[in-house]
C-alpha cells in the first residue's frame, strides 16, 4: 500500500534499524523506544489490522520471530512483552500489523 509507513519501510523508502529480515517479515528497533529493548515484527504483505488475518501461520512467525530475538539480545531470560494494538482503544497508530516486543526493565501490569 503505497500511503502506508511500515510498507514503505518494507520497500526501502524509509530507512530503519533493522534487526532481521527474511521473505516474510521484517524486525526492526522502535523509533521511539518504551523500554531499553523495543523492536516491531511486522509481515511484509500489508495487512492493516489483527482483525484482518486468520493467516496463523504468520502470525505465530512473528511470535516466535521475536522469541528468538529477544534471546539473541540477551534479555529473554529476565522477561520482556509481546503486544499486538488493534484499533482506536487498542492504541493502534500504525494500520499496518506488527508487533512490539519491549524488554529490559520491569514492565508494568496491566498497562494504561
Ligand atoms: P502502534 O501504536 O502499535 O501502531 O505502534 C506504532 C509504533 O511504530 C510506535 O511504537 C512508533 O514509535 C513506531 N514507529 C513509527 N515510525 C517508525 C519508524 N520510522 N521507525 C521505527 N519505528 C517507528
Ligand atoms: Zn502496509
Not at 526501502?12 to 523495543?38: C, R, T, W
Not at 484482518?52 to 505465530?60: E, S, V
Not at 528468538?68 to 503486544?83: H, N
Amino acid at each position: 500500500m503505497t500511503d502506508c509507513l511500515f510498507c514503505k519501510i518494507i520497500n526501502g523508502d524509509i530507512s530503519v534499524n533493522k534487526i532481521y529480515e527474511d521473505e516474510d517479515i521484517l524486525a526492526f528497533h522502535d523509533i521511539n523506544p518504551q523500554a531499553p529493548h523495543h523492536f516491531l515484527v511486522i509481515p511484509k504483505i500489508h495487512i492493516s489490522t489483527l482483525n484482518n488475518t486468520d493467516n496463523a501461520q504468520l502470525l505465530g512467525k512473528l511470535t516466535l520471530t521475536a522469541s528468538s530475538i529477544a534471546k539473541e539480545l540477551g534479555f529473554a531470560d529476565e522477561g520482556y512483552r509481546v503486544v499486538m494494538n488493534c484499533n482506536e482503544q487498542g492504541g493502534q497508530a500504525v494500520y499496518h500489523v506488527h508487533l512490539h516486543c519491549l524488554g529490559g526493565r520491569a514492565l508494568t501490569w496491566p498497562p494504561g
